[in-house]
């Protein structure tokens, strides 16, 4: 890697579903990191369910081989891009994501885990998904659900880095969706998916997707990043930009992050 931060968490067009049609490719990426001089890894979803079930995923059909085939390309001319995936986390498909582990873990520079849903329709990442599930589901279970799929995800070992810990409070939060008061918010339980990333010599994430949203912060928080890094934990710090404007504008943060880190 030619320079010394690095942003683990972009997503491109074609091949992240959720980037707009006009919205960045490797190559405006490649141009914007070059100029910055920030190394970035291409980051893109790979959510097994839709990866096999829906024709229209961007990699059905074994597309990820093309996908590696475009960036080894570029590879070729830039030595600052990292091929990588964020690939979704589905309890009842251990055995799959591990064979998908085995046969692309190589290949790949870096894959970080991620939950996006659990119930297939109803991701808690966007807003009209998390309103369906709340429909369903009191917001009490929602959490509490999120918290023991993450322990499940992060003992299963199967990914080495884990993406935005704590994203279940992207909309769940004083500033949207406002959590009921039986539900447990507390700081503390994401210390101990912590706790549990830094046992099993996982790396978090500190993901700068929250700062677009009205939480207006980090996933996890600064303090949860600072207690963690203080007992050991590992972090790698990624944008999750899914447009240009939004990778160039967190440049600054990002180094700002990885000095703060690197202070601690
Ligand atoms: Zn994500
Ligand atoms: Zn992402």
Redesign the pocket.
Known sequence: MRFKFTDYHVHTKPWSVDVAEEGPTFEDYIRVAEEQQINVCFLDHYELHYVENDKTNPFYNGKIDDYLEEIDIYKETYDFILSGL?VDYYKDKEIKLMEFMDDYGEELDFIGG?I?EWIIGYPI?TKAGLTKLLEKLPMRQIIDDYFELSTKMINSQIFKNI??ID?IFRYINNNEFIPTDDCDISHDRVIDLGRLCIKNRIKIELNLSGLRFPIKRTFPSMDVMKQLKKEGAGFFVGS?SHSLDYFKDKIPKLIDAYKLLNQI
């Open positions: 964020e991620s996006h990442t993406c935005h994203t999750d």
